[in-house]
């Protein structure tokens, strides 16, 4: 049957001078059809950070459009686009693990997609750049340094720490400088004090990730030869 047909239409039965009429409506079968697919099934996110997933439009006319997440209708930031259609959750927490799907309807149509919302945990990896240092002492260049990588996120000089190991646990924490990638401090000129196992500390939301100790050890400047007169 022709679109064009369906609506509201009125049976009128006339009979010795009598009229009754009734009204009935006309619909047309609602079909699926390939409106849109998810640009990721599924979306891994961490928490307290943006969410974001997307259906890509397959070019069919679309109506009607909205997001549901756990069954929850979405309204808030969605980014629609002729091609496209993103929805953003801000700063997700952990109850945002689930599903999202987004719903349309086209002419005598309707369509949905599907998408997997995981949560991820953050891993952070320190990793000393040398294991065994070793300082002269009365000198300065002694610089425990170590790296320090990221699942999400780029990592702040801010949240990273040199520390001493005493009795193994990280003390005399000075915060790290940040150059050509690696985190390290320096430990001043080093005197016999300065001897012992040191440590990178990230601190980020409570969180604390602890490298593997780098040894210090010391050794003594080794006095210049001075020449002898007549030696060839």
């Known amino acids: 049957m022709n679109e064009k047909r369906g609506g509201n239409y009125k049976c009128v039965v006339t009979k010795d001078d009598k009229t009754s009429e009734g009204v009935f409506e006309v619909t047309l079968p609602i079909v699926h059809e390939d409106l849109i697919e998810p640009v990721q ?3 891994q996110f961490i928490e307290g950070k943006d969410v974001v997933v997307e259906v890509k439009k397959l070019g069919g006319t679309i109506t009607d459009l909205y997001w549901e997440c756990n069954g929850v209708k979405v309204e808030k ?3 629609n686009k002729k091609d496209s259609c993103k929805l953003i959750l801000k700063k997700a927490t952990a109850d945002a693990a689930g599903s999202c799907t987004c719903f349309v309807k086209g002419v005598g149509s309707q369509d949905s997609a599907e998408i997997k919302i995981e949560a991820q945990a953050n891993e952070v990896t320190v990793t000393p750049v040398k294991k065994k240092i070793t300082c002269t002492i009365g000198k300065k260049k002694c610089n425990p340094k170590c790296t320090v990588e990221k699942t999400v996120g780029t990592v702040s000089a ?3 720490k040199i520390c001493k190991l005493e009795n193994d646990k990280p003390t005399a924490c000075k915060s790290a400088k940040k150059k050509k990638g690696k985190f390290g401090k320096s430990l001043g000129k080093a005197t016999e004090k300065t001897a012992g196992q040191y440590v990178c ?3 980020e939301d409570g969180v604390e990730t602890i490298s593997e100790p780098m040894t210090v050890s010391l050794k003594t400047k080794e006095p210049k030869e ?6 060839i």
């Open 158 to 160: 801010k949240s990273v």
């Open 41 to 43: 099934e599924t979306v």
């Open 77 to 79: 930031k969605i980014v």
């Open 226 to 231: 001075k020449g002898k007169k007549g030696q």
């Open 201 to 203: 500390v990230h601190s």
